[in-house]
């Protein structure tokens, strides 16, 4: 059975940076990626990377400011986070799509809180 630990997040300032990580057990995955729910809003997608190709997608909220990379030795994923803005505040959860198509394997969150 898969599972995910998220670590890394907390409460930063507007402009700070943080680095969340996901460790993963098990082996090789399609695809790793981190998703974000924040207040009153629905769950969406951050960031992905294909376990395959290394190929990365970024919502275009993040592009420019996030990073996502993996090591795959130790199969853990990360999300580095620079400019960080209030509307970044979220709980943010890593996924991984085992085999198919879908993200089937949760994490249990870690929230980051951004002040301004």
């Known amino acids: 059975q898969v599972h995910v630990v998220e670590s890394g997040g907390g409460l930063v300032q507007s402009g700070g940076s943080l680095r969340l990580s996901c460790a993963a057990s098990?082996?090789?995955?399609?695809?790793m990626g981190w998703f974000r729910r924040a207040p009153g809003k629905a769950r969406e997608v951050v960031s992905t990377?294909?376990?395959?190709?290394?190929?990365?997608s970024y919502a275009d909220s993040v592009k420019g400011r996030f990073t996502i990379s993996r090591d795959s030795a130790e199969n853990t994923l990360y999300l580095q986070m620079n400019s960080l803005k209030p509307e970044d505040t979220a709980v943010y959860y890593c996924?991984?799509?085992?085999?198919?198509?879908?993200?089937?394997?949760w994490g249990q969150g870690t929230q980051v809180t951004v002040s301004s």
């Open positions: 990377i294909s376990c395959n190709t290394g190929r990365t």
């Open positions: 996924a991984i799509r085992t085999t198919g198509s879908t993200y089937d394997v």
């Open positions: 098990g082996r090789t995955f399609v695809a």
